[in-house]
């Protein structure tokens, strides 16, 4: 994924906005780029090919990258943009050769795209001239020969294409994923947009790495009309991308709608379902957990809460002590979470999260009272998260706690009320990573007097304040 493009059918995901890019990445773009212009600058063009008009050949094939190039599916990240332009390229590594190849892919540097940024387009036409370089070499190497296919010896281009393709892919994300890590240094951890996608990125690309192959050999009998054949499933391609993005964007728009109504009722925790959201996914990889259950923890995370809407709102904004029914409602705000999102499919393992965060591991949680193990993962990975923002927000009867002494107060509640081996993960995820605290939330201007029941704070009692 580059900005610039990946590869087949691949994604782009270079330099967002010039502004945007840090001096380790622009040392790093810099190195791409001169890299890019030594070794193509060292490969003779068309060398290694026996067309017969070779440099028509490859114009053809620039023109369909451009095209395809010009016509890409922004992911759901909005920084990443994904092409089926990689065929192309792969086309070239097999009908003219490695070179040929990265010149295909550098013309990347003319895509049609608004808000051209020159560091972008260097950074994204080196990328893919050196994905296509990488690509043709390893083709050339297998196969001793490029050209219209053999199908004498299809077997054998078939292999070298497979190993192409995979380290037009490997060689396209490789360069893209330094990028990213180099752009996000110094900045604060954050939730990944979409890693449940990268399995289905990755296999798409390899997917449509095949046409590629398609459009060489259908050039035996066509010439450069199969170019012009191909672009059907190319742009197919493109469309389905486009509306797996979209499906992706209307989840996460569930997700911040159901958010913001939880914090309209709960003002004291705005921000804390997207900060609860960023711990767990924090923990969730320093466990190990899959891209995809780290995908649904960090639903889990941002709708933990989402019950607070089944709670009346005079109970969660009441100026005085809670009653016992009062308190019992509250306790009942993780029900009322699984209820209002039992019917969104896609939750699938988060609900275990929401229903059971509250949940302690001597038993003497809520809502269910279960212990240890049988309380769920999800809800361990999320107890310990949403407590350690608690108690590193200010509220208004006390300063937010110390990074410190919150870490402090997480390790003596292991083992009773947290997971010990989370509670270690999230710590040293914290000493990797860094945890920005927020700012104080305070209450409307119009309420003079609220009830602040913390109750995901293990130290907080429970105070009226008058502000």
């Known amino acids: ?267 004291y925790t705005r921000g804390h379902g997207d900060r609860v959201s960023r711990g767990a996914v924090m923990i969730a990889r320093r466990i190990g957990m899959s891209s995809a259950r780290t995908e649904a923890i960090k639903f889990a995370g941002m709708l933990h809460d989402v019950g607070k809407l089944g709670v009346p709102t005079q109970v969660l904004q009441k100026t005085g002590p809670l009653t016992e029914d009062e308190f019992a409602a509250i306790q009942l705000h993780p029900m009322r979470g699984l209820e209002i999102v039992r019917e969104i499919g896609f939750l699938f393992e988060a609900l275990n999260g929401i229903m059971h965060h509250h949940e302690r591991i001597d038993g003497r949680g809520y809502p269910m009272g279960l212990a240890g193990h049988e309380i769920p993962e999800f809800a361990r990975v999320i107890a310990v998260a949403d407590a350690f923002d608690s108690m590193t927000t200010t509220r208004s009867y006390r300063e937010a706690k110390s990074i410190d002494l919150a870490i402090s107060e997480l390790r003596q509640g292991a083992g009773s009320q947290f997971d010990p081996v989370l509670v270690e993960a999230f710590i040293a995820a914290i000493g990797q990573l860094g945890w920005e605290l927020p700012g104080p939330a305070g209450p409307p201007a119009d309420l003079a007097m609220v009830t602040v029941q913390d109750h995901d704070d293990p130290t907080a009692p429970l105070q009226v304040v008058i502000p």
């Open 1 to 267: 994924m580059s900005s610039g493009q990946l590869g087949i059918g691949r994604p782009v995901a270079g330099p967002p906005r010039e502004a945007r890019i840090t001096p380790a990445a622009w040392v790093y773009i810099g190195l791409v780029v001169l890299a890019a212009t030594v070794l193509v600058a060292r490969t003779p063009v068309l060398a290694a090919t026996h067309a017969k008009n070779p440099w028509a050949d490859l114009v053809v094939l620039q023109v369909l990258f451009l095209i395809c190039d010009s016509a890409r599916a922004p992911l759901t990240s909005r920084q990443t943009i994904w092409s089926p332009s990689s065929a192309a390229t792969l086309a070239a590594a097999v009908l003219l050769g490695p070179a040929a190849a990265a010149f295909v892919g550098a013309v990347s540097l003319v895509s049609v795209r608004r808000q051209p940024l020159l560091g972008e387009r260097l950074f994204n036409g080196a990328v893919h001239a050196l994905s296509g370089l990488a690509a043709g070499s390893a083709y050339l190497a297998i196969n001793h020969r490029v050209g219209l296919p053999d199908y004498q010896h299809f077997s054998r281009i078939l292999l070298a294409f497979a190993v192409a393709a995979v380290v037009h892919v490997a060689a396209n994300h490789g360069m893209i994923w330094v990028i990213n890590r180099l752009n996000r240094a110094g900045g604060p951890p954050r939730v990944a947009a979409s890693e449940s996608s990268l399995t289905l990125l990755l296999a798409s690309d390899l997917g449509y790495a095949s046409l590629g192959l398609v459009i060489a050999s259908l050039w035996i009998n066509l010439g450069w009309f199969s170019a012009v054949i191909v672009l059907v499933p190319l742009f197919v391609a493109r469309w389905a991308m486009a509306q797996f993005t979209e499906e992706q964007r209307a989840y996460a728009a569930t997700m911040n709608a159901l958010c913001q109504a939880v914090e309209t009722k709960d003002y």
